[in-house]
């Protein structure tokens, strides 16, 4: 007998019903290696129309809801989105990103601070936890079940890419869903078949020295700018950001592009990434989005009154 510890359908039965964690884990045998998905890892931008079959998608659905999650709170709820009017209006919300409504699914993964406070009111008690506090155990918790998701997904044959841009549009997003409050959107997954079956090539990261400490920090300021030149250098002899390059108008400063060609690499895009003016509506945003949705993220605590 298998050890249940090990077992694809029993640990799937621990989230699905009997003949959707049978349907999951048959999918197992015809999956890649964990660690071969991981390494080849490459965002998808371009997808097929195609939908996705019904059983990859129950394993989407067990791999988002099987990861860790604080204090067992499951302090999020992921939505999939199909209907492709739905995912046209959530793409355009999120930043005009046409990988959003080409994909033929979209999970939206929410932090869901409404659960938890809803059963302590149930059971008696004020709710004293801090809104705060408990958004970023809760975007820890739904991000892992992305991350999750995306695995399974590569490693069955499908792309994905994560979507930031959702918390642009979080307040819009949870009102064309029909969230509750105090359900808050904050990451996207779009999901399908890449584009002509061609998965892209892993783009190089960051030296391992610069992302990577062992027991302490141990890195001196002339090493890291050291490093971080010549992984500049080579992203521009790659020209690995000239494609996505962020318009200088968008820094809001006038004149015309000082940056040549060919001179465009990781530190120039990072810089303006950080620095362009549209954070400055987007943050003013946020602040609104957050409090409309019934999160106390400014608060220094507080507590609500048990429902009678």
Same mark, same amino acid.
């Given at each position: 007998?298998?050890?249940?510890?090990?077992?694809?359908?029993?640990?799937?039965?621990?989230?699905?019903?009997?003949?959707?964690?049978?349907?999951?884990?048959?999918?197992? #045998?015809?999956?890649? !290696?964990?660690?071969?998905?991981?390494?080849?890892? *490459?965002?998808?931008? %371009?997808?097929?129309?195609? =939908?996705?079959?019904? @059983?990859?998608?129950?394993?989407?659905? *067990?791999?988002?809801?099987?990861?860790?999650?604080?204090?067992?709170? &499951? +302090?999020?709820?992921?939505?999939?989105?199909? @209907?492709?009017?739905?995912?046209?209006?959530?793409?355009?919300?999120?930043?005009?990103? =046409?990988?959003?409504?080409?994909?033929?699914?979209?999970?939206?993964?929410?932090?869901?601070?409404?659960?938890?406070?809803?059963?302590?009111? *149930?059971?008696?008690?004020?709710? &004293?936890? $801090?809104?705060?506090?408990?958004?970023?155990?809760?975007?820890?918790?739904?991000?892992?079940?992305?991350?999750?998701?995306?695995?399974?997904?590569?490693?069955?044959?499908?792309?994905?890419?994560?979507?930031?841009?959702?918390? @642009?549009?979080?307040?819009?997003?949870?009102?064309?869903?029909?969230? #509750?409050?105090?359900?808050?959107?904050?990451?996207?997954?779009?999901?399908?078949?890449?584009?002509?079956?061609?998965? #892209?090539?892993?783009?190089?990261?960051? =030296?391992?020295?610069?992302?990577?400490? $062992?027991?302490?920090? +141990?890195?001196?300021?002339?090493?890291? %700018?050291?490093?971080?030149?010549?992984?500049?250098?080579?992203?521009?002899?790659?020209?690995?950001?000239?494609?996505?390059?962020?318009?200088?108008?968008?820094?809001?400063?006038?004149?015309?592009?000082?940056?040549?060609?060919?001179?465009?690499?990781?530190?120039? $895009?990072?810089?303006?990434?950080?620095?362009?003016?549209?954070?400055?509506?987007?943050? !003013?945003?946020?602040?609104?989005?957050?409090?409309?949705?019934?999160?106390?993220? +400014?608060?220094?605590?507080?507590? @609500?009154?048990?429902?009678?």
């Amino acid at each position: 007998m298998p050890d249940p510890a090990i077992d694809p359908l029993r640990a799937a039965a621990t989230v699905l019903d009997e003949p959707a964690a049978a349907a999951v884990a048959a999918l197992v #045998p015809h999956s890649r !290696a964990t660690l071969a998905t991981v390494l080849t890892h *490459a965002s998808v931008r %371009r997808f097929e129309a195609a =939908p996705l079959p019904d @059983d990859a998608i129950t394993a989407l659905q *067990a791999a988002l809801v099987r990861g860790p999650t604080s204090s067992a709170l &499951h +302090s999020y709820t992921h939505v999939l989105v199909r @209907d492709t009017e739905r995912k046209r209006a959530i793409a355009h919300l999120a930043g005009d990103q =046409p990988w959003i409504d080409q994909a033929p699914l979209l999970i939206v993964g929410c932090a869901d601070l409404r659960r938890a406070r809803e059963v302590t009111h *149930a059971q008696g008690y004020r709710y &004293h936890a $801090h809104d705060l506090r408990m958004l970023i155990s809760a975007t820890a918790d739904l991000t892992v079940g992305l991350q999750n998701a995306s695995l399974v997904a590569q490693s069955l044959g499908f792309g994905t890419v994560l979507l930031g841009g959702v918390l @642009d549009g979080s307040l819009e997003i949870a009102e064309l869903l029909e969230l #509750p409050q105090r359900v808050v959107p904050l990451v996207g997954l779009s999901v399908g078949r890449p584009l002509g079956d061609r998965l #892209p090539a892993p783009r190089p990261r960051l =030296p391992l020295r610069l992302l990577v400490q $062992h027991e302490r920090w +141990s890195l001196d300021e002339t090493s890291e %700018r050291d490093l971080l030149a010549a992984a500049d250098a080579d992203t521009r002899a790659r020209g690995d950001f000239e494609g996505r390059r962020i318009p200088w108008a968008a820094m809001g400063l006038g004149g015309d592009d000082p940056v040549a060609h060919g001179d465009y690499g990781w530190l120039e $895009h990072t810089a303006r990434k950080q620095g362009r003016a549209t954070w400055l509506p987007q943050g !003013a945003k946020v602040d609104v989005d957050l409090p409309a949705q019934g999160l106390r993220v +400014s608060s220094t605590g507080g507590a @609500d009154e048990a429902v009678g």
